[in-house]
């Protein structure tokens, strides 16, 4: 049976509310004009379409979206490609902008503020159940099977969690829990993570995925927005409360993660940093890669450009137009170019006699001739000039752009342009 149409009735019930206006500061320039769940991943999909595939492949019909931080980018993608959903069918998609309905001095000052104050919409709907998701992590999962869970064992709140090794887990909250996977101790970033019972290497690592009834996720927000000494967040406030007050239960990815045949692993990334991004987007270059795109049994849904297909042309000595272990997108021309190892967003143009390796470049940008590249990711609409060369010098391209830890280069049109006043 296709995975799409099955366990549909918990989930024709339940609302999922996606939160995502955080920044993702450390994107460095690729959050400077958008969010972190709307940047750019995968060659045509933006990275929120992952948690909101995942809803609506669940059977979930009816999606809220707090935006928050540079929200346009973001809301003009979500407008094109997620507004398909229609009332008459009893769907609904809302676009949730920070818009001071509290008072007007109040933005979004909270993951569990977010909520709270679009509590009239998300209340308008009636579900009977809240799955709230982070919207800036890659992976698919099946909410059906997290729902059914957290029916079945009279949770007050169900955990998304990754099992991870232990002392891998410094970096989130931690779950502790009982025999029975039922949350005993919830601890933000510890030093020493508790472990696993049966496996004491392992550690629960929260995966920012709640499932509440909403009547009680309603009832804990008002509490929560009336406490002065409370931040408002799911992780520092709600969830440490019911851990103690009510019942918290773990739910492991590994029991609703959705794999294709070709795909080995629970795959689960969160591609916050610049290295994280670009080894994300370079590992859909590999032969199998550990995340199928192309598995039609579970739809990465994004906004698709109207444009033609992709393009290489000249068959000639150092100037043939041809791509090896790469994915190139539609719109794009690859121009007597060597392509290896690389990921091409729409509407890409690559000009005679360079060659590019191991690169990410975003949307409309455009490489001019003799230019060589490796270890890049190129922001939307740059322009890369005639015989630049980044990648074998690493003292020259941490100067002029920014360059990680692991020699990654990310370049913006605003270095480039810098590049030309210098020179």
């Keep these: 049976m296709n995975r799409v149409q099955k366990n549909a009735r918990l989930a024709r019930e339940t609302m999922a509310f996606v939160l995502a206006g955080g920044r993702g500061s450390r994107l460095m320039e690729l959050t400077d004009r958008r969010a972190k769940p709307g940047v750019y991943f995968g060659g045509k999909t933006r990275i929120i379409d992952f948690a909101l595939s995942n809803a609506l492949n669940s059977g979930i019909r009816r999606i809220g979206v707090a935006t928050q931080y540079k929200a346009h ?69 099946d909410y059906e099977v997290m729902l059914q869970q957290h029916v079945e064992s009279g949770a007050d709140v169900t955990l998304g969690c990754l099992e991870v090794p232990r002392m891998e887990a410094t970096g989130f909250g931690v779950m502790q829990v009982d025999e029975q996977d039922t949350i005993v101790d919830f601890i933000e970033k510890p030093a020493d993570p508790p472990g696993v019972p049966g496996s004491p290497d392992l550690a629960l690592a929260s995966m920012g995925i709640y499932v509440f009834n909403t009547a009680t996720l309603f009832e804990l927000l008002k509490a929560d927005a009336a406490d002065p000494d409370s931040s408002h967040d799911f992780g520092k406030d709600l969830i440490p409360q019911l851990v103690k007050q009510g019942k918290a239960v773990a739910h492991r990815f590994s029991a609703s993660c959705v794999k294709s045949r070709e795909e080995a692993e629970a795959y689960w990334r969160d591609v916050g940093t610049v290295d994280a991004y670009w080894e994300s987007n370079i590992d859909l270059t590999a032969v199998t890669p550990a995340l ?15 444009v033609a297909p992709a393009k290489f042309v000249h068959d000639e000595p150092d100037r043939c137009g041809h791509a090896i272990s790469s994915l190139v997108s539609g719109g794009c021309i690859v121009s007597g170019t060597e392509l290896r190892q690389s990921l091409l ?73 810098q590049l030309a006043l210098a020179g």
């Design 73 to 141: 980018s973001l809301i003009r993608h979500l407008t094109r490609g997620w507004t398909f959903l229609r009332a008459e069918r009893n769907e609904s998609f809302d676009i949730l902008p920070a818009s001071q309905r509290v008072s007007e001095d109040a933005w979004y000052s909270g993951t569990a503020d977010a909520v709270f104050q679009n509590i009239d919409i998300v209340d308008s709907y009636a579900p009977r159940y809240m799955v709230v998701l982070a919207g800036d992590h890659i992976y698919k999962m």
């Design 292 to 306: 199928d795109l192309f598995d039609t049994d579970w739809p990465i849904w994004t906004y698709s450009e109207l």
């Design 345 to 417: 967003f729409t509407g890409v143009r690559t000009s005679s006699y360079s060659q590019i390796e191991q690169a990410v470049i975003l949307p409309h940008a455009r490489i001019g001739r003799h230019v060589q590249l490796k270890k890049v990711v190129i922001d939307r609409g740059v322009v890369i000039p005639d015989g630049l060369v980044v990648g074998e010098d690493p003292e020259l391209d941490g100067l002029r752009f920014r360059r990680t830890e692991r020699g990654v280069c990310l370049i913006t049109q605003a270095m480039i342009d």
